[in-house]
């Protein structure tokens, strides 16, 4: 049995740790802990104090490590490391009371990429990991994408626009071809619980336009650990350069990457 890389027992440690703040406020939550961040874009006390606790986590074990937080605590990379984190993915689930939502940690390297992922969904207390060539898990069991060939058996994810709204129509043109092809679709509010679900096989494929690097870091590298193909809009592998995520298996990416080319052909 491979020994766990410190990198990722840290991860995991911080993700935890994290998940146990929100089990501790999810459904206490009082509206004096809302704030807006931008238009129909929320934080929560609860956010943030996930956020410090994986900041000092991962920072009191890799000091010379840079951080890359989506509720804007970073640090410089003097390793040439950077750790991305969406402390509570799914903020408006939790706002809300609905139990899904997560924790996202990875570690990415300047030369090799992406090398270390954690999505942790504190209420189902179910933790993806990867790491780089070693493959992905759910809570300890490794996990593959799905081997779904047949059109009308697939489950496909994807997100919605909720504040940016010039490529609504493309989007729904989109929708509109992915919903004639699959048995149906799922939106469960979280890009990284979508990519986990994708990478064990739940969802055939996932799709979103406009996502950041803490959305979708840890994510993508649990999809292709567990043998599934993550691409941006127009088909490339640096998912970096653009907010665009295509995610599936042998059948699934290649169909959504064309019906994406066909109703965003300037996505970028």
Same mark, same amino acid.
């Given at each position: 049995?491979?020994?766990? *890389?410190?990198?990722?027992?840290?991860?995991?440690?911080?993700?935890?740790?994290?998940?146990?703040?929100?089990l501790?406020?999810?459904?206490?939550?009082?509206?004096?802990?809302i704030?807006?961040?931008?238009?129909?874009?929320?934080?929560?006390?609860?956010?943030?104090?996930?956020?410090?606790?994986?900041?000092?986590?991962?920072?009191?074990?890799?000091?010379?490590?840079?951080?890359?937080?989506?509720?804007?605590?970073?640090?410089?990379?003097?390793?040439?490391?950077?750790?991305?984190?969406? *402390?509570l993915d799914?903020?408006?689930?939790?706002?809300?009371?609905? *139990?899904?939502?997560?924790?996202?940690?990875?570690?990415?390297?300047?030369?090799?990429?992406?090398?270390?992922?954690?999505?942790?969904q504190p209420?189902?207390?179910?933790?993806?990991?990867?790491?780089?060539?070693?493959?992905?898990?759910?809570?300890?069991?490794?996990?593959?994408?799905?081997?779904?060939?047949?059109?009308?058996?697939?489950?496909?994810?994807?997100?919605?626009?909720?504040?940016?709204?010039?490529?609504?129509?493309?989007?729904?043109?989109?929708?509109?071809?992915?919903?004639?092809?699959?048995?149906?679709?799922?939106?469960?509010?979280?890009?990284?619980? !979508?990519?986990?679900?994708?990478?064990?096989?739940?969802? !055939?494929?996932?799709?979103?336009?406009?996502?950041?690097?803490?959305?979708?870091?840890? $994510?993508?590298?649990?999809?292709?650990?567990?043998?599934?193909?993550?691409?941006?809009?127009?088909?490339?592998?640096?998912?970096?350069?653009?907010?665009?995520?295509?995610?599936?298996?042998?059948?699934?990416? *290649?169909?959504?990457?064309?019906?994406?080319?066909?109703?965003?052909?300037?996505? $970028?």
């Open positions: 049995m491979q020994e766990t *890389p410190k990198e990722l027992q840290v991860a995991e440690e911080a993700a935890r740790a994290a998940g146990a703040i929100t501790r406020k999810f459904g206490e939550l009082s509206t004096r802990e704030h807006r961040k931008d238009f129909r874009d929320f934080v929560t006390e609860t956010d943030r104090a996930c956020e410090a606790e994986i900041n000092r986590i991962i920072r009191a074990a890799f000091p010379e490590d840079g951080m890359l937080c989506e509720e804007g605590t970073t640090a410089e990379a003097r390793s040439g490391r950077t750790w991305i984190v969406d *402390p799914g903020t408006l689930n939790f706002i809300h009371s609905f *139990p899904v939502f997560s924790i996202s940690i990875a570690l990415k390297d300047e030369r090799e990429g992406l090398t270390h992922g954690v999505v942790y209420v189902q207390d179910e933790l993806f990991t990867a790491e780089k060539g070693r493959g992905a898990y759910l809570n300890g069991r490794r996990i593959s994408v799905s081997d779904r060939r047949e059109e009308e058996g697939w489950l496909i994810a994807t997100g919605l626009p909720f504040k940016e709204y010039h490529y609504m129509e493309a989007y729904m043109a989109m929708l509109q071809d992915v919903v004639r092809v699959s048995a149906g679709i799922r939106r469960a509010g979280s890009a990284a619980v !979508d990519l986990a679900y994708t990478a064990c096989g739940r969802f !055939d494929g996932f799709w979103e336009y406009v996502l950041y690097p803490w959305d979708f870091s840890a $994510g993508v590298l649990l999809v292709r650990e567990a043998g599934g193909t993550v691409t941006d809009f127009r088909g490339e592998t640096d998912v970096y350069r653009r907010r665009s995520i295509i995610a599936g298996n042998p059948e699934t990416h *290649p169909l959504l990457l064309g019906m994406a080319g066909k109703h965003f052909p300037e996505a $970028g």
